[in-house]
C-alpha cells in the first residue's frame, strides 16, 4: 500500500522513521502512577506552550473532549455546541450517553462559529425546570476553518459575563495558529481547557493531550482512568507526540501550500464545481453520475479518496503528501473531467 496516495484524512499518516527511532529510545514508567517520565515531559510541554497549568495524555480526541465535557460538567449540567460540531455529533452522544450532560446544539455560520446571540439564548434560567448550562465548547480548526480570532475574545467575554466555561476541541489547533501566522497561544489564551489530537495532521500514530487548570486536569486524570484511559508504559506513545511538536508543526504550512494548489488545479477543469480550501482540507463537488468514473480513474493512480454517494468529497493533505502526490490526485480529477 505504501505507493498509495490517501487522502481521505490526515488520521492515515504512518510514524515517520525519526518519530519510530524517537519511540523505540523513550524512557518509560507505568503512567498510571505517574511515572512515565516521556508522558510527564509530553503534558507539561504542551501545558507550558499553550499557557495552562497542566495537561492529560489520552489516547484519543474523543476520550479527551468526553473527560473535558465531564471534569467541566455534572450530571444534569448541560453543553452548548454546534450542530455539526466533533464533539456533538461525531463522538458517538458520549457527554449524553457517558457524562450525564445535555447537550444544546446551536447551528454553526459558514465560518464554524457559533452566532453569540444564538448562544446567548440558549442559556438557560436558573430553574429546576432546566438543565445547568455550564460550559460552551468550540472546535478550531472547524471543517479546515481557522476561527476569526476576535470572535474568540467575544465568546470568552460571553463566557466571563453568563458564567460559562469555555472548552476547546483544538483536533486541529496547529493547523489554526500556523495558518493565522500566531502562536497557538494567541488561540487558546481564550479557553479553559483545550483538547489536541496528535494523531491528526502532526502524524503521531496515537493520542491526544487536555491542558487546562491543575484542578479540572485533575478530575478528568479521574474519569480517564474510569473510561478505561489509563495507559501504563505510555511514554512509547508520548515520545511521538513530542517528535512530532519538534517537528511536524511547522511545516502544517507545507499541507496548507499543497491544499491551495490542489485546489487551484481543480478550479482549472470543467465538472468540478463549488471547489473550497482551508488550511489542510480541500472541498469539490463533482457530478454524482461521475462518481464511478471518478473511482476507476483514481484507482488506476492509486489514489485512496473518501469516496461513497456523495458529491461532495473532502481532500486532506497531510504529512504522507508530496507534491507529485498532489499532481497524481490533479491528474485523476483531470481524467474525470476530460
Ligand atoms: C479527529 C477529531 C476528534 C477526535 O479524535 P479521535 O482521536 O479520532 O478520537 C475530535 N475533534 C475533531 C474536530 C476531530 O477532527
Given at each position: 500500500?505504501?505507493?498509495?496516495?490517501?487522502?481521505?484524512?490526515?488520521?492515515?499518516?504512518?510514524?515517520?522513521?525519526?518519530?519510530?527511532?524517537?519511540?523505540?529510545?523513550?524512557?518509560?514508567?507505568?503512567?498510571?502512577?505517574?511515572?512515565?517520565?516521556?508522558?510527564?515531559?509530553?503534558?507539561?510541554?504542551?501545558?507550558?506552550?499553550?499557557?495552562?497549568?497542566?495537561?492529560?495524555?489520552?489516547?484519543?480526541?474523543?476520550?479527551?473532549?468526553?473527560?473535558?465535557?465531564?471534569?467541566?460538567?455534572?450530571?444534569?449540567?448541560?453543553?452548548?455546541?454546534?450542530?455539526?460540531?466533533?464533539?456533538?455529533?461525531?463522538?458517538?452522544?458520549?457527554?449524553?450517553?457517558?457524562?450525564?450532560?445535555?447537550?444544546?446544539?446551536?447551528?454553526?455560520?459558514?465560518?464554524?462559529?457559533?452566532?453569540?446571540?444564538?448562544?446567548?439564548?440558549?442559556?438557560?434560567?436558573?430553574?429546576?425546570?432546566?438543565?445547568?448550562?455550564?460550559?460552551?465548547?468550540?472546535?478550531?480548526?472547524?471543517?479546515?476553518?481557522?476561527?476569526?480570532?476576535?470572535?474568540?475574545?467575544?465568546?470568552?467575554?460571553?463566557?466571563?459575563?453568563?458564567?460559562?466555561?469555555?472548552?476547546?476541541?483544538?483536533?486541529?489547533?496547529?493547523?489554526?495558529?500556523?495558518?493565522?501566522?500566531?502562536?497557538?497561544?494567541a488561540i487558546t489564551r481564550h479557553f479553559d481547557s483545550v483538547s489536541v489530537c496528535l494523531s491528526k495532521g502532526l502524524g503521531a500514530p496515537v493520542g491526544s493531550v487536555l491542558v487546562g487548570s491543575r484542578a479540572l486536569v485533575g478530575v478528568a486524570r479521574r474519569w480517564r482512568k474510569v473510561l478505561g484511559g489509563g495507559m501504563r508504559q505510555a511514554g512509547i506513545l508520548a515520545a511521538a507526540g513530542l517528535h512530532a511538536l519538534d517537528h511536524h508543526v511547522a511545516r502544517l504550512a507545507d499541507d496548507h501550500a499543497r491544499a491551495a494548489r490542489l485546489a487551484a488545479a481543480l478550479r482549472g477543469l470543467p465538472r468540478i464545481a463549488a471547489v473550497a480550501q482551508h488550511t489542510n482540507m480541500v472541498f469539490v463537488e463533482v457530478p454524482r453520475e461521475r462518481l464511478p468514473h471518478l473511482r476507476a480513474a483514481m484507482e488506476a493512480r492509486r489514489v485512496r479518496l473518501a469516496l461513497g454517494e456523495s458529491p461532495q468529497l473532502r481532500l486532506v493533505l497531510h504529512l504522507d503528501v508530496d507534491d507529485a502526490g498532489v499532481q497524481r490526485v490533479a491528474e485523476g480529477f483531470a481524467a474525470l473531467a476530460a
Open positions: 500500500m505504501d505507493d498509495w496516495i490517501d487522502l481521505r484524512s490526515d488520521t492515515v499518516t504512518r510514524p515517520t522513521a525519526a518519530m519510530r527511532a524517537a519511540m523505540l529510545a523513550a524512557a518509560v514508567g507505568d503512567d498510571v502512577y505517574g511515572d512515565d517520565p516521556t508522558v510527564n515531559a509530553l503534558q507539561a510541554r504542551l501545558a507550558d506552550e499553550l499557557g495552562f497549568e497542566a495537561g492529560l495524555f489520552l489516547p484519543s480526541g474523543t476520550q479527551s473532549n468526553l473527560v473535558a465535557l465531564m471534569a467541566h460538567c455534572a450530571r444534569g449540567d448541560e453543553y452548548l455546541v454546534g450542530m455539526d460540531a466533533h464533539t456533538y455529533k461525531y463522538e458517538g452522544g458520549g457527554a449524553a450517553v457517558l457524562g450525564s450532560i445535555q447537550p444544546q446544539p446551536i447551528p454553526q455560520a459558514d465560518d464554524g462559529t457559533l452566532p453569540l446571540d444564538a448562544v446567548e439564548r440558549a442559556i438557560k434560567p436558573d430553574d429546576p425546570h432546566f438543565a445547568r448550562t455550564r460550559l460552551l465548547c468550540l472546535e478550531n480548526t472547524w471543517h479546515g476553518r481557522p476561527l476569526p480570532p476576535d470572535y474568540l475574545a467575544q465568546a470568552r467575554a460571553l463566557c466571563d459575563r453568563r458564567g460559562l466555561a469555555l472548552h476547546l476541541d483544538g483536533a486541529r489547533l496547529y493547523n489554526a495558529a500556523v495558518a493565522g501566522g500566531v502562536d497557538a497561544r
